[in-house]
């Protein structure tokens, strides 16, 4: 009756017309999205580390000024300028405490390094499944897919600008092989 049509897909691979991509075309596009979202949660990590570090520098830090001033204040009582500041000292690091323990940023690194290794993961299984790109099946996609929900619901959520950040450093990877 009427004509088949099909159409090349954006990499090469036969789309009937009017049909949706290959298993291939998808798994291609669910590597790069892997491979997005491992990069930011890896970001993420490092991010949330450094803030520990510096939240626990800080902290450690003021604590010290603290002391060293109070220590000062009691020994010379005429100057005021030293009680402010230890006032002012002595709120900024129990706010800075009360801080670390509400943000609680080693269980927000941890946790993003954990999806980060669950993301790489799956990204290898993957490209793995397009090594032997004959053998693709709509099975290795419904695999992929239940994996990568599992994945999504154990994975903390990205800062804002975090994906932008992984999207950049993506695109200026040389493209693969």
């Known amino acids: 009756m009427g004509a088949h049509w099909a159409r090349l897909s954006s990499r090469g691979h036969v789309v009937e017309d009017g049909g949706s991509p290959d298993h291939v075309e998808i798994l291609e596009r669910w590597a790069w999205g892997l491979q997005m979202l491992h990069v930011a ?3 993420a990590s490092e991010r949330f580390n450094h803030w ?3 939240t626990g520098i800080t902290t450690a830090m ?3 000024v ?3 001033t109070l220590f000062a204040s009691l020994s010379a009582s005429s100057l005021n300028g030293v009680r402010v500041v230890a006032g002012a000292s002595s709120l900024l690091t129990a706010a800075l405490s009360a ?6 940023y080693p269980e927000l690194a941890s946790r993003h390094r954990a999806a980060a290794v ?6 290898r299984q993957v490209e793995l499944r397009l090594a032997n790109r004959d053998r693709v099946t709509e099975a290795d996609v419904d695999v992929t897919s239940s994996e990568w929900e599992e994945a999504e619901q154990s994975a903390p959520q990205l800062p804002i600008g975090v994906r932008r950040r992984a999207r950049k450093e993506i695109s200026s990877l040389p493209p693969r092989a």
Not at 99 to 104: H, I
Not at 118 to 123: D, H, Q
């Open 99 to 104: 801080g670390q323990l509400v943000w609680n």
């Open 62 to 64: 003021l604590s010290a």
């Open 41 to 43: 949660h890896n970001i």
């Open 118 to 123: 669950r993301y790489a993961t799956l990204r």
């Open 66 to 68: 603290v002391g060293t």
């Open 52 to 54: 520990n570090r510096l």
